[in-house]
Structures are given as C-alpha cells and as structure tokens.
C-alpha cells in the first residue's frame, strides 16, 4: 500500500485499524489476557510502515511450527508488545497463574522445549518478539501469551502506567545492569542517546540508580529540563550544539565527533566508558569515537539506517568493544519489572490515547514528536484505574510518576 512512498511520508493512520478477529485456541502454556492498556513501541512505527521487512512474514514463519504456531500465519496482524491486564483463562499446563491475576506481559516470545533458549534465552534459535515476530499482541482488548512472559503488576500504578513499561525497561535493564550488556559499575559516565525517549528514560534511571553518572542527549530545551527533573544533570541539547556528523550522505567529519568528545569531557571530566546506542547510521561513527579508551558501546537498534559506518582505528587502538543487545531474557524482564515495583524506576508516561486513536499515537512516536512512552487505554475506560497500594504510591510521590506528564498537558 505505500509502494514508491518515501519513509517517512509513509503514515501507519492509514494502516493501523480496529476490527473484530476471531479468538484463537489456547495452548496448554498460554493465556488469555483481558488488556487494560498498552503502550506504543517503536516496533508498531516498523509493522505499520513495512520497513525493514512485513512482518507478515515473520507470521508465515511462525505458522510452519505445528499446530498452534499455524494460528498465527493470519492476514492480518495484531500488533503491539507491552500489555497491563487481567489473566482470563489460562491453558491446562500454566501452574503459576489464575484467571483473575493482575498482570503486566513482556515480549521476549520463546519455545522452552528448545534446547537453545535454556542458557540466555534471547540466543534461542526462534526466539521472538510478540506483538512484532507473533500475532495476537498487546494493541487489542484480548492478547494471547504463553505463561512465562507474565509478570505481576505493580500495584501502586494504574493500568497506563504499569502498560508502558516492559519492553523499554527490560531492553535498557539488559543493555545497562545486565552481565549480558555493559554491566555498569559505580561511577562509570554513561553516554545514552534519546535521553528522555522510550529506551534513554529508564536507561538514565539506572545509571543514576547504579551510582553512575548519565550524560543524557536530546533534542529540545523541554527535554534538557526534563532529564534535570529526573535527576540527569549532564545534558547535551545536539540541536542547539548543532552537531553535523555526517559532512555529506557518504562522508563523516571527524572535527564533529570530537566536538562531542569535548562536549561530554566539559560535562562529566572523563570520556564515557559505557554509550548506550541506539539511534545507529547518524551516530554511530561519533560513539565509537567518544567512548572511552577500553569502553564499550552497547546497541540495540538502528533507527536512523542500518548500514553502520564508523573509523576502526579508533575501535582496535583504544580497545573498544561494541556489543549487540536485543531485548531481555525472563530473568532480566522480571529484575526490571521488580525496579518499577520498589519504586526505584518510574514510568516516563507522556501521554495517553484511546485503542481507537492507535494510529494517531504510533504517527506521534515515528516523528519524533513524543516524550518518554505513550501509553494506549484498551478495556480501561478511562486514566487513573487499578491502582491498588496507594501506600506506596504516596511514598515514590505523585509528583515523580508524573515526571513526563505536565510536559505533555502543557503542549
Ligand atoms: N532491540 C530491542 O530490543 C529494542 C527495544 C526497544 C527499542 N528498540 C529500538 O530502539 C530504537 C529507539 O526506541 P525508543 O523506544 O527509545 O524510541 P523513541 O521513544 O522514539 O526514542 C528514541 C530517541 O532517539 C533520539 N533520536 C532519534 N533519531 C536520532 C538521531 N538521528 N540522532 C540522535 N538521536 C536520535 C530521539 O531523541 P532526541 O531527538 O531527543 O535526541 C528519540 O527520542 C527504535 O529503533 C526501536 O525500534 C529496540
């Protein structure tokens, strides 16, 4: 449908849409979830604009794996992969939850009858993400998970709240705590591109967490002063410092990578051991540049373009590491989610759609123009339910787990 239509002009309110499906089988692992909200990852923006790849075809896939992976080769996809919600029923072999359990879902989507999913299970061999690489995902009123992507909710969010959390906090959790990432010590500078976007928002929450220090980069003088709100008092405005990576589409200039080196030393004293990369093509050169002598560089994600470029001598002479990291194993989605409920990460919450606008919020976070999550309200009918443990609530305060939202009300 957007065949000769340039990227960005490629609108997913034209294929994102609301009709009733037919209700799938359930499998002995799986459950049926009553989804009171979800959130928009960027994953949604990738299925609704077919790039890289349709993810129809990660559904055919799926479909030549027996009998209930066959349900899922659909022609059409529902999408989304973060859930809060109400266990409905669960299949005859789930042992750990019961219809009535308050839940939030991650996505991490792995067979546990597969040998290679029982070290790190995101190295199984057909791991996937739900939502994205499966049918039946969050963006609806009923989804279908197997038992093990089930967490309990926190209970002093509301459904929004506890919604916007899994696949961005696991993700940076990994990429940031994780000894499967960049295992962050105490006093370690960490440079985290998109600061105060989905993924940056809970990074620089743990890094501060983790005694580290955070130089935060984004876009806006907004954003600036949300990240000293949060606590990240190094950041870097790459609008106002106008930096230009990229001379020409082919050519990168050096004398602009190093302007950010200075920029980060003027902040922080010291070149980042840690870069928490994600935006790729456009500045990838810079954090291989900018990462200090024996650091690494952590990514999960190539929005700007793929086909990274960046100098080799500046990786081999300063022993540098760069190192792959794609969502989070069960063990480290449930440390995450532990975080957010003892209060010491909040959800960066900015705004809230309703199921039928889904559409409208996906465009929101393809052009930038959102901060933290953006959650969607499916069964709830309205912001500010579920929550239970207004004791604890009280304690992390108000103010705190609505960091993101005056920024939004003020718009
Ligand atoms: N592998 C995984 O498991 C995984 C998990 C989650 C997300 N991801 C991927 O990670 C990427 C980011 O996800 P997200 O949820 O954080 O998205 P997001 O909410 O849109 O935040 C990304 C931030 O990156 C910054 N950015 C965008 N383009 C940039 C550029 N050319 N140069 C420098 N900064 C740029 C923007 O911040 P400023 O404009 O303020 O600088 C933006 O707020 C997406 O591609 C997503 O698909 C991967």
């Known amino acids: 449908m957007f065949e000769g239509v340039a990227s960005e002009d490629k609108d997913p309110r034209k294929s994102l849409h609301i009709s009733p499906v037919a209700t799938p089988e359930l499998a002995p692992d799986e459950a049926y979830i009553a989804v009171m909200a979800s959130s928009i990852n960027f994953n949604t923006v990738w299925t609704s604009i077919f790039e890289p790849l349709p993810t129809f075809g990660f559904l055919d896939r799926l479909g030549k794996e027996g009998q209930w992976g066959a349900r899922h080769a659909l022609p059409y996809h529902v999408v989304g992969s973060d859930a809060s919600g109400v266990v409905l029923q669960v299949g005859s072999a789930v042992r750990k939850w019961k219809p009535g359990d308050r839940v939030t879902v991650h996505c991490n989507y792995v067979d546990d009858q597969d040998p290679s999913a029982h070290d790190d299970s995101m190295l199984a061999d057909n791991q996937r993400i739900w939502g994205f690489e499966t049918n039946f995902g969050g963006l609806a009123d009923l989804a279908v998970v197997k038992a093990n992507q089930l967490m309990p909710k926190p209970t002093h969010l509301s459904w929004e709240e506890a919604a916007v959390n899994a696949l961005c906090n696991s993700t940076s959790y990994r990429m940031i705590v994780s000894k499967n990432g960049a295992a962050m010590r105490q006093g370690d500078k960490v440079l985290v591109w998109g600061a105060s976007g989905g993924l940056g928002a809970y990074a620089v929450q743990y890094v501060l967490n983790g005694g580290g220090t955070p130089v935060g980069v984004v876009s806006s003088e907004e954003k600036v002063r949300l990240l000293h709100e949060l606590g990240v008092e ?178």
């Open 234 to 411: 190094a950041v870097i405005d790459r609008k106002a410092a106008g930096y230009k990576f990229w001379k020409d589409e082919h050519t990168q200039d050096e004398s602009e990578w190093r302007r950010l080196g200075k920029d980060i030393r003027a902040a922080v004293g010291e070149d980042p051991g840690i870069v928490f990369e994600h935006p790729g093509r456009q500045t990838m050169g810079a954090s291989v540049f900018v990462a200090a002598r024996g650091g690494m560089i952590v990514t999960c994600a190539a929005t700007s373009g793929y086909m990274i470029e960046y100098d080799n001598r500046h990786l081999w002479m300063k022993l540098k590491t760069i190192k792959g990291s794609h969502f989070a194993n069960y063990r480290e989605a449930w440390a995450a989610n532990q975080t957010i409920i003892d209060g010491f990460v909040v959800p960066p919450l900015s705004a809230v759609f309703p199921l039928e606008e889904t559409g409208e919020a996906v465009y929101e976070v393809q052009h930038n123009r959102h901060e933290g999550k953006i959650g969607v309200l499916c069964l709830a009918p309205r912001e500010g339910l579920g929550i239970s443990d207004h004791v604890t609530r009280e304690r992390i305060g108000e103010d705190r787990l609505r960091i993101f939202r005056p920024h939004d009300e003020e718009k």
